[in-house]
């Protein structure tokens, strides 16, 4: 079993940022894909960003491109979210969430469905 564990989230301006950050624990000797994925209330958990095991390949949802980045953390199986030019649509729950995957495969994982390990959640809340 692997467990995950997000923190960094808040309360911040539109226009501020904010950095996520995921860690794993517990059968961590495999390489992980991880994702960022959100969820309003009465809306379906979306994937913002994803990067690969590699770490050589990352991809975001339209929404978030050029103003969120992922990236891996030296630790092996930590993953960031670094989050610029906040939007109120931004508000949400964001969500950490790994694969299985191999040092390295390049491949990223984008639906909600490839996932089967997530973090408990961190509110992120972007007041106008």
């Known amino acids: 079993q692997v467990q995950l564990v997000e923190s960094g989230g808040g309360l911040v301006q539109a226009g501020g940022s904010l950095r996520l950050s995921c860690a794993a624990s517990?059968?961590?000797?495999?390489?992980?894909?991880m994702g960022w994925l959100r969820q309003v209330p009465g809306k379906e958990r979306e994937c913002v960003a994803a990067?690969?095991?590699?770490?050589?390949?990352?991809g975001y949802t339209d929404s978030v491109k050029g103003r969120f980045t992922v990236s891996r953390g030296n630790a092996k199986n930590t993953v960031y979210l670094k989050m610029n030019r906040l939007k109120p649509e931004d508000t949400a729950i964001y969500y950490c969430?790994?694969?299985?995957?191999?040092?390295?495969?390049?491949?990223?994982?984008?639906?909600?469905?490839?996932?089967?390990?997530w973090g408990q959640g961190t509110q992120v809340t972007v007041a106008s």
């Open positions: 517990g059968r961590t000797r495999n390489m992980y894909s």
């Open positions: 969430a790994a694969v299985e995957s191999d040092i390295s495969s390049d491949f990223i994982y984008m639906r909600k469905g490839d996932y089967n390990y």
């Open positions: 990067i690969s095991g590699s770490g050589r390949n990352s």
